[in-house]
């Protein structure tokens, strides 16, 4: 085991120590009679796994790499592990033993056979062996050697610059475009992007290119590196692309080089300085420091792969480009045949395996490595079918390894284990961050002393931080700016899978027709998770063995539609995983068995099948956070109190779902439920929603006639409530085509709103004044005939905070806007708007207007060109981001 794999399982085991001991709390807490001794040996075992929980919280970020230290951690791991599986049983003892309803003691299996008082106190022992014999390692923990980071650092960056660059030239000549021109003041551009998508060779390209040095007078490459951050020896290194005579400044304090630098650049000309491979943004202030206010435009260009680090130096960084389809195959045909052409024969397998490397240029290089020399069709065809493989297990692809692990070892520990669990998913899936975060916190990655909504924020800022470190493609956005679906590279995926395999973080599983997946893991004593990547066979679970120590199950299936899944199947996972918290089979499709109910430690259930309810059993899953219900039947009636699941925070259904009125046992207060969608306009009474007065994103499908009539806006009212509602749909799914009304009071019932969408409501044009009158309101879409009339003539004000516009599918021939709507508009869509004859040209008056889409509505096309030519004429300042406008043919 290397040091950075003892830290990143020391990251590993701190989370399940610190959920450890808040099970034991929650288990001494229990008002049951235990066995004799129980509940001293379990108050015991609190305090010594307190004990131990600190050591590692402390030390978290502590890196070693002696041998003592690397036993020590796998020792800790395998105790904490026995000490999880009996207290996991011991509380779904208590919980048994609490029930009063007999069929449902029935329905779990007992432990009553079992001697708990032993097995506590066998681990409690081993625990307290463990700190008395290591207290030498606890009191005293040396930092890691950094030599071999710095010898990867070093190696990365020459990975592709000393061969022939392909798909770089209109990049090169941007980047050049910006060096050479602009403002007499210093000026920083960054080149940014993810590890091996080629910045450094593109930085190379232009540092050589001809009209670098007839531009600049100097021009100076320095490497940086995440470690290289000593000012002095970027300094010396900066001086040393001035002068061959620099042995006597090596002894020589900050201020006289820097003093001595300042000179030089002063009685020269123009000075360019690369900086390559950018962790920290205070280097580049530090290096700006060098350059005298003499106005002859001197330039800093950095490469980096965060994008947070280059828009702190420059707003408008210069975001790096994949390669395309032909670029990529002229990349793997340069470096696997150099000056000879790919044989005809190779052409398609060659075109398919740069398809796979998505344009990044490392990867096809690395792949064109294994390539060259070979041009037997079947070695083409193996590489074309395991490219993901070969970038990882070929020992002549290491360095494409360890540009990857030197931003996996750059992570706070805090956040490794969350970045190799998008390994769990399957390669080139794209990953809803909703559905990420929700797994995240379930799974018990995030170590937070925080909950609900702030452990929540905790998770999104992880993955905004892996997507600002290159680590994480962002495939979509929500209107408000926030991440919407991800992938990571395959090259990346591979990488977490190899990584969390050896830290046994999760175990991928690609099962064949003759296996199942406890055969599968039998042999992995430690492994907590499991990931099917494939179509389940018949196989599926085996109903003779008990795998207590797995916790997660996910499956993914290869096919399109859902797999069917056999009922005696599903009876044998409660047996095989009794312990499990997260159960994610989307893409399978069952009934529920009376033994679905044995998992009482679930905390995130997503399953699919002809569900005409939700049976009350489902309320004794006291530890769900999230359940996500794909049902094919029109409506899913919820029998179970979700009033009273204690740490319920997202309720997701792919069709409306009829919520239940509260019971008399229900809890007095609001519950933790923070999304509901869909539910029914029937199930928003004043009872239901009163329970619901944490909710956040609300989506309601249905006959919404009687919901928004005049007549009964008492209905709508009950909304008042909903203090903290953040996002509202409204789907009418009425077959008339009779229009509807929007209450008056609907600004005041929802005065946090933020988002709204509407669809098939058909309210008049006239009303949508009302809209304008939600005070907080920054994304608006109106979809299919949200608002019908042929004209929407804007009063004055409203809409003081709207950013996003989307209209879809409207029928309204003129649109209005001479009274100065919309100040804080930034972006606006139109989509299937066949009538429009024009788009407002007022909007050009809009400071903050910065793209305009028009897809489907050709009429106003012209008027959007206009608004285009006007925003140009008015745009005084160059550095402003430009105004766009996008209209598809």
Same mark, same amino acid.
């Given at each position: 085991?290397?040091?950075?794999?003892?830290?990143?399982?020391?990251?590993?085991?701190?989370?399940?120590?610190?959920?450890?001991?808040?099970?034991?709390?929650?288990?001494?807490?229990?008002?049951?009679?235990?066995?004799?001794?129980?509940?001293?040996?379990?108050?015991?075992?609190?305090?010594?796994?307190?004990?131990?929980?600190?050591?590692?919280?402390?030390?978290?970020?502590?890196?070693?790499?002696?041998?003592?230290?690397?036993?020590?951690?796998?020792?800790?791991?395998?105790?904490?592990?026995?000490?999880?599986?009996?207290?996991?049983?011991?509380?779904?003892?208590?919980?048994?033993?609490?029930?009063?309803?007999?069929?449902?003691?029935?329905?779990?299996?007992?432990?009553?056979?079992?001697?708990?008082?032993?097995?506590?106190?066998?681990?409690?022992?081993?625990?307290?062996?463990?700190?008395?014999?290591?207290?030498?390692?606890?009191?005293?923990?040396?930092?890691?050697?950094?030599?071999?980071?710095?010898?990867?650092?070093?190696?990365?960056?020459?990975?592709?610059?000393?061969?022939?660059?392909?798909?770089?030239?209109?990049?090169?000549?941007?980047?050049?475009?910006?060096?050479?021109?602009?403002?007499?003041?210093?000026?920083?551009?960054?080149?940014?992007?993810?590890?091996?998508?080629?910045?450094?060779?593109?930085?190379?390209?232009?540092?050589?290119?001809?009209?670098?040095?007839?531009?600049?007078?100097?021009?100076?490459?320095?490497?940086?590196?995440?470690?290289?951050?000593?000012?002095?020896?970027?300094?010396?290194?900066?001086?040393?692309?001035?002068?061959?005579?620099?042995?006597?400044?090596?002894?020589?304090?900050?201020?006289?080089?820097?003093?001595?630098?300042?000179?030089?650049?002063?009685?020269?000309?123009?000075?360019?300085?690369?900086?390559?491979?950018?962790?920290?943004?205070?280097?580049?202030?530090?290096?700006?420091?060098?350059?005298?206010?003499?106005?002859?435009?001197?330039?800093?260009?950095?490469?980096?792969?965060?994008?947070?680090?280059?828009?702190?130096?420059?707003?408008?960084?210069?975001?790096?480009?994949?390669?395309?389809?032909?670029?990529?195959?002229?990349?793997?045909?340069?470096?696997?045949?150099?000056?000879?052409?790919?044989?005809?024969?190779?052409?398609?397998?060659?075109?398919?395996?740069?398809?796979?490397?998505?344009?990044?240029?490392?990867?096809?290089?690395?792949?064109?490595?294994?390539?060259?020399?070979?041009?037997?069709?079947?070695?083409?065809?193996?590489?074309?079918?395991?490219?993901?493989?070969?970038?990882?297990?070929?020992?002549?692809?290491?360095?494409?390894?360890?540009?990857?692990?030197?931003?996996?070892?750059?992570?706070?520990?805090?956040?490794?284990?969350?970045?190799?669990?998008?390994?769990?998913?399957?390669?080139?899936?794209?990953?809803?961050?909703?559905?990420?975060?929700?797994?995240?916190?379930?799974?018990?990655?995030?170590?937070?002393?925080?909950?609900?909504?702030?452990?929540?924020?905790?998770?999104?800022?992880?993955?905004?931080?892996?997507?600002?470190?290159?680590?994480?493609?962002?495939?979509?956005?929500?209107?408000?700016?926030?991440?919407?679906?991800?992938?990571?590279?395959?090259?990346?995926?591979?990488?977490?899978?190899?990584?969390?395999?050896?830290?046994?973080?999760?175990?991928?599983?690609?099962?064949?027709?003759?296996?199942?997946?406890?055969?599968?893991?039998?042999?992995?004593?430690?492994?907590?998770?499991?990931?099917?990547?494939?179509?389940?066979?018949?196989?599926?679970?085996?109903?003779?063995?008990?795998?207590?120590?797995?916790?997660?199950?996910?499956?993914?299936?290869?096919?399109?539609?859902?797999?069917?899944?056999?009922?005696?199947?599903?009876?044998?996972?409660?047996?095989?995983?009794?312990?499990?918290?997260?159960?994610?089979?989307?893409?399978?499709?069952?009934?529920?068995?009376?033994?679905?109910?044995?998992?009482?430690?679930?905390?995130?259930?997503?399953?699919?099948?002809?569900?005409?309810?939700?049976?009350?059993?489902?309320?004794?899953?006291?530890?769900?956070?999230?359940?996500?219900?794909?049902?094919?039947?029109?409506?899913?009636?919820?029998?179970?109190?979700?009033?009273?699941?204690?740490?319920?925070?997202?309720?997701?259904?792919?069709?409306?779902?009829?919520?239940?009125?509260?019971?008399?046992?229900?809890?007095?207060?609001?519950?933790?439920?923070?999304?509901?969608?869909?539910?029914?306009?029937?199930?928003?009474?004043?009872?239901?929603?009163?329970?619901?007065?944490?909710?956040?994103?609300?989506?309601?499908?249905?006959?919404?006639?009687?919901?928004?009539?005049?007549?009964?806006?008492?209905?709508?009212? #009950?909304? *008042? @409530? %909903? =203090? +903290?509602? &953040?996002?509202?749909?409204?789907?009418?799914?009425? /077959?008339?085509?009779?229009?509807?009304?929007?209450?008056?009071?609907?600004?005041?019932?929802?005065?946090?709103?933020?988002?709204?969408?509407?669809?098939?409501?058909?309210?008049?044009?006239?009303?949508?004044?009302?809209?304008?009158?939600?005070? #907080?309101? *920054? @994304? %608006? =879409? +109106?979809? &299919?005939?949200?608002?019908?009339?042929?004209?929407? /003539?804007?009063?004055?004000?409203?809409?003081?905070?709207?950013?996003?516009?989307?209209?879809?599918?409207?029928?309204?021939?003129?649109?209005?806007?001479?009274?100065?709507?919309?100040?804080?508009?930034?972006?606006?869509?139109?989509?299937?708007?066949?009538?429009?004859?024009?788009?407002?040209? &007022?909007?050009?008056?809009?400071?903050?207007?910065?793209?305009?889409?028009?897809?489907?509505?050709?009429?106003?096309?012209?008027?959007?060109?206009?608004?285009?030519?006007?925003?140009?004429?008015?745009?005084?300042?160059?550095?402003?981001?430009?105004?766009?406008?996008?209209?598809?043919?």
């Amino acid at each position: 085991m290397d040091p950075f794999t003892a830290a990143a399982l020391t990251t590993a085991v701190t989370a399940t120590v610190s959920l450890l001991v808040e099970n034991l709390s929650h288990l001494i807490s229990y008002n049951w009679k235990l066995y004799t001794g129980l509940k001293k040996s379990c108050e015991d075992l609190f305090d010594e796994v307190k004990r131990l929980n600190a050591f590692l919280v402390d030390n978290a970020n502590q890196r070693s790499n002696s041998t003592q230290w690397e036993v020590l951690v796998d020792k800790i791991r395998r105790t904490v592990y026995k000490a999880e599986d009996v207290v996991d049983n011991l509380l779904i003892q208590a919980k048994i033993d609490q029930e009063s309803n007999i069929a449902k003691k029935l329905i779990h299996k007992t432990y009553k056979n079992r001697n708990f008082t032993e097995e506590i106190n066998e681990i409690l022992e081993e625990v307290r062996k463990i700190l008395d014999e290591n207290q030498h390692l606890f009191e005293a923990n040396p930092m890691i050697d950094h030599h071999a980071e710095k010898v990867v650092q070093e190696e990365q960056g020459s990975s592709l610059e000393n061969h022939e660059v392909v798909g770089f030239d209109e990049e090169a000549t941007k980047v050049i475009n910006r060096l050479v021109e602009g403002a007499e003041c210093l000026d920083v551009i960054p080149v940014v992007g993810m590890p091996g998508l080629g910045k450094t060779t593109l930085a190379r390209k232009i540092y050589n290119d001809p009209k670098i040095s007839r531009e600049f007078f100097s021009y100076i490459w320095v490497f940086i590196g995440q470690s290289t951050c000593v000012k002095r020896d970027i300094l010396f290194n900066i001086l040393k692309g001035f002068t061959n005579s620099f042995d006597e400044f090596k002894n020589r304090n900050e201020a006289d080089i820097t003093q001595e630098i300042r000179k030089r650049v002063a009685n020269g000309g123009k000075c360019l300085i690369v900086l390559d491979d950018v962790w920290d943004p205070n280097v580049v202030d530090f290096v700006k420091t060098v350059f005298p206010d003499n106005k002859k435009a001197h330039r800093i260009m950095m490469t980096t792969r965060h994008e947070d680090i280059a828009r702190s130096v420059n707003k408008y960084p210069h975001n790096l480009k994949f390669l395309d389809g032909d670029e990529s195959f002229q990349l793997l045909e340069k470096r696997a045949f150099g000056v000879s052409r790919c044989p005809v024969e190779l052409v398609e397998h060659g075109e398919a395996i740069v398809a796979k490397c998505s344009g990044v240029p490392l990867t096809i290089v690395v792949i064109a490595g294994a390539l060259r020399g070979r041009t037997s069709e079947i070695d083409w065809k193996v590489v074309r079918e395991n490219v993901g493989k070969h970038l990882i297990q070929e020992d002549k692809l290491q360095r494409c390894v360890n540009v990857v692990r030197l931003s996996y070892n750059h992570l706070p520990q805090e956040k490794k284990a969350c970045f190799l669990y998008f390994g769990a998913f399957p390669q080139g899936f794209d990953i809803p961050a909703w559905k990420l975060i929700r797994l995240w916190i379930a799974e018990g990655l995030i170590m937070s002393k925080l909950s609900g909504n702030e452990i929540e924020e905790i998770a999104e800022y992880y993955l905004n931080d892996f997507a600002n470190r290159n680590l994480v493609m962002v495939m979509g956005k929500r209107s408000n700016g926030r991440i919407k679906t991800c992938r990571v590279h395959d090259m990346l995926h591979e990488f977490c899978v190899e990584e969390a395999t050896r830290l046994t973080l999760f175990k991928q599983v690609c099962l064949t027709s003759d296996q199942d997946i406890v055969l599968s893991i039998q042999n992995s004593i430690t492994c907590r998770r499991v990931s099917i990547q494939s179509s389940v066979p018949q196989n599926f679970i085996s109903k003779k063995t008990v795998e207590e120590h797995v916790r997660s199950l996910l499956c993914f299936s290869s096919k399109q539609k859902q797999v069917d899944f056999s009922n005696i199947d599903v009876k044998f996972i409660p047996n095989a995983f009794p312990l499990m918290r997260v159960l994610d089979i989307e893409s399978l499709k069952f009934s529920i068995p009376r033994e679905f109910y044995q998992l009482l430690h679930l905390r995130y259930i997503a399953i699919s099948g002809d569900f005409k309810e939700l049976p009350k059993l489902f309320t004794s899953f006291c530890n769900a956070q999230t359940l996500i219900l794909n049902t094919s039947k029109p409506t899913l009636d919820i029998k179970a109190d979700i009033w009273n699941m204690p740490r319920l925070r997202h309720l997701r259904t792919n069709k409306p779902a009829i919520l239940p009125p509260p019971t008399c046992s229900s809890s007095t207060n609001s519950c933790l439920l923070q999304t509901q969608s869909l539910v029914t306009p029937e199930s928003c009474k004043g009872n239901v929603l009163s329970k619901a007065g944490n909710v956040k994103k609300l989506n309601i499908e249905g006959n919404l006639t009687p919901f928004l009539e005049t007549s009964k806006s008492e209905f709508f009212s #009950n909304f *008042q @409530v %909903l =203090k +903290l509602l &953040e996002s509202l749909t409204l789907l009418n799914d009425n /077959k008339s085509n009779r229009s509807l009304h929007l209450p008056s009071a609907f600004s005041e019932c929802l005065p946090n709103l933020k988002k709204l969408t509407l669809s098939k409501t058909r309210f008049d044009w006239n009303q949508a004044y009302r809209l304008g009158q939600v005070k #907080n309101l *920054q @994304v %608006l =879409k +109106l979809k &299919e005939n949200a608002f019908t009339g042929k004209s929407w /003539k804007m009063e004055p004000g409203g809409f003081e905070k709207l950013q996003v516009l989307w209209i879809e599918m409207a029928d309204f021939v003129s649109w209005e806007a001479s009274n100065g709507p919309f100040p804080r508009l930034r972006s606006l869509v139109l989509i299937s708007c066949l009538n429009l004859e024009a788009v407002p040209l &007022e909007l050009a008056d809009l400071d903050n207007l910065q793209e305009m889409t028009l897809d489907n509505t050709s009429k106003a096309s012209e008027s959007a060109r206009e608004i285009e030519s006007e925003k140009k004429k008015k745009q005084a300042d160059p550095e402003r981001g430009k105004f766009k406008v996008t209209i598809p043919y």
